[in-house]
């Protein structure tokens, strides 16, 4: 009845996760099975997932997503490559989203700043900080 509401929804059995989407929730989690996950992965990979939980727990490290269309319009339309962001600020651009929903990891340099689409940058509170005085 309100699209512009994200509704997330908490969900204890699999059986569960249709029927919260198909009564409107935006996405659904299932901590048993993200706990499962997490416990597997440290078995398989557990440097990998050990990195990922030191990135998380660090204050000064920051994930942010970067819309598009509230860039300044001299960098709407650039490439990556144009933003320059790693060497203007340290940060770095590992994700990609396109108006279409489609996620591009690593997105090449010459991916193209287009309207309704997301950047996802990864640097420290400074660096990040930095990339939004010069991009807004």
Not at 11 to 37: F, H, Q, T, W, Y
Not at 119 to 132: A, D, M, N, P, Q
């Amino acid at each position: 009845m309100r699209s512009d509401i994200k509704i997330i929804s908490r969900a204890s059995e699999s059986s569960s996760e249709g029927k919260l989407r198909r009564a409107g929730a935006d996405n659904v989690i299932m901590p048993d099975k993200i706990g499962g996950s997490h416990m597997a992965t440290l078995v398989t990979r557990p440097d990998v997932l050990e990195f990922i939980d030191h990135i998380t727990g660090k204050v000064n490290i920051r994930l942010e997503e970067i819309m598009i269309n509230k860039l300044k319009e001299v960098y709407q339309g650039k490439t990556i490559r144009e933003l320059e962001v790693r060497n203007r600020t340290g940060a770095n651009i590992i994700g990609f989203k396109t108006g279409e929903g489609e996620y591009i990891i690593n997105p090449s340099p010459d991916t193209i700043m287009k309207p309704d689409s997301k950047l996802f940058v990864l640097g420290t509170s400074e660096e990040v900080e930095e990339l939004t005085k010069i991009l807004f």
